[in-house]
């Protein structure tokens, strides 16, 4: 983690369609092949999307992109920074996005992760994400490879108690001292 970031308070807003680009940027720097800022827009403008932005300060870290229909949820897109990696970015957006859809009665979220991103798998099996399927040769990298896409799903529950790390304050804003 950068000095500019450090003892900062991490702010987790809602996406609007206005942060399509800061999104589509943010992506780019996660994978090989990013959406493009219509891509991310019209994803945002869809019906059941919801877009959060990770920030320190004033600058944006991260963001998540998922669709609920209901009791069901994906999860499309999530990605931190360079700067912000192994910061707490992800595990944020993850829990606060959770958060979110267990509010909007939301039961599973599903999600598609490449086998060979370490990190991803990891945090995703920390957070009681279960394997479900796998889709063969799913995702093609710069070289030319192809990877196996993990399928896996959770089961969303109630907060156990008040204390749920990401719980929106009266202002709508999730802070969080990273």
Do not use: C
């Not at 599973?108 to 040769?137: C, H, P, Q």
């Amino acid at each position: 983690m950068t000095s500019a970031i450090q003892d900062k308070e991490l702010e987790i807003l809602k996406a609007e369609t206005a942060a399509a680009a800061t999104i589509a940027r943010l992506q780019s720097e996660s994978f090989d092949k990013a959406w493009s800022e219509e891509d991310v827009r019209a994803l945002l403008a869809g019906p059941g999307a919801l877009g959060l932005i990770a920030s320190f300060g004033d600058t944006p870290f991260g963001y998540v992109i998922a669709r609920s229909t209901g009791e069901e949820a994906e999860l499309l897109s999530i990605g931190v920074s360079y700067a912000a990696r192994r910061a707490g970015v992800g595990l944020a957006l993850l829990r606060h996005l959770q958060t979110t859809l267990r509010e909007l009665g939301t039961t599973k979220l599903f999600l598609e992760v490449d086998s060979t991103n370490r990190a991803a798998v990891e945090l995703y099996s920390r957070e009681d994400f279960r394997k479900i399927g796998t889709r063969k040769l799913y995702y093609k990298t710069a070289n030319g490879k192809r990877n196996d896409a993990l399928v896996l799903r959770k089961v969303i529950r109630l907060p156990v108690d008040d204390t749920d790390a990401t719980q929106a304050n009266y202002d709508g804003v999730a802070r969080h001292g990273i």
